[in-house]
């Protein structure tokens, strides 16, 4: 999957089941977010900026329909996939109904929904390179290299992660938790000053004030 700007969130209340979707999708280039139940669904919705919904309707707080429901309240636009374990077609027409955009029966391949998402991408227009450019800096999410105003830099795989996530959620502020839990997502150990002394490296083979601190709260690439 080429596209590398599309944020997806992923509903959805097995965990196994979550962490290896979300792997499957940071492979092909794509950012998930995931929470576990409807209730931190509707929160991420309302306070995130994501191109697409995959949301499993067999949900233990909220049932997933009354949370799709919800969703398209908040967002009539925001695509919605949804993902059911139930047989029969009532709660795919029901879901459907309710304005969701696509579904998947369980069980299914990691290919077929990559497909659909490719089939969201194009809609959306999101459909594109894998390499995001800003201030002078160049990102390669498939050969993971950083090339700063035309020199390809070298970056440890903690500090490539950062700059990914930073670059990933322009104008939007990271605090130090969401940095640390996107380190602990690909597998890395996290020291309580792992994050502020990575920055400060970052920042030596940035451009000056490529990356803003704002106090108290945490760190910010901006848009302009």
């Known amino acids: 999957m080429d596209g590398v700007s599309m944020r997806l969130l992923l509903v959805e209340d097995d965990i196994h089941l979550a962490n290896g979707l979300r792997e499957s999708l940071r492979h092909e280039g794509c950012s998930a977010d995931v929470v576990f139940n409807g209730y931190d669904g509707l929160t991420a919705i309302q306070s995130g900026d994501f191109d697409i919904v995959i949301?499993?309707?067999?949900?233990?707080?909220?049932?997933?329909?009354?949370?799709?429901?919800?969703?398209?309240?908040?967002?009539?636009?925001?695509?919605?996939?949804?993902?059911?374990?139930?047989?029969?077609?009532e709660s795919k027409v029901q879901g459907l109904d309710l304005g969701a955009d696509d579904y998947l029966a369980k069980p299914f391949s990691i290919e077929e929904l990559l497909a659909r998402i490719r089939v969201f991408e194009r809609r959306l227009g999101t459909h594109s390179t894998s390499v995001i450019e800003h201030k002078g800096i160049s990102l390669d999410t498939k050969a993971h290299t950083i090339t700063v105003r035309g020199a390809e830099t070298n970056f440890s795989?903690?500090?490539?992660?950062?700059?990914?996530?930073?670059?990933?959620?322009?104008?939007?502020?990271?605090s130090k938790e969401q940095l640390e839990s996107k380190l602990y997502e690909w597998g890395e150990e996290v020291a309580s000053n792992t994050i502020e002394v990575h920055i400060?490296?970052?920042?030596?083979?940035?451009?000056?004030?490529?990356?803003?601190t704002v106090r108290g709260v945490g760190y910010v690439v901006s848009k302009g």
């Open 55 to 89: 949301l499993d309707l067999g949900l233990p707080d909220i049932d997933g329909l009354s949370v799709l429901k919800k969703a398209k309240q908040i967002n009539k636009a925001l695509p919605v996939l949804i993902l059911t374990a139930r047989d029969g077609i």
């Open 200 to 212: 400060s490296n970052i920042r030596k083979k940035l451009p000056k004030e490529f990356i803003k």
């Open 157 to 174: 795989r903690r500090e490539y992660m950062l700059v990914k996530s930073l670059v990933e959620n322009l104008g939007r502020i990271q």
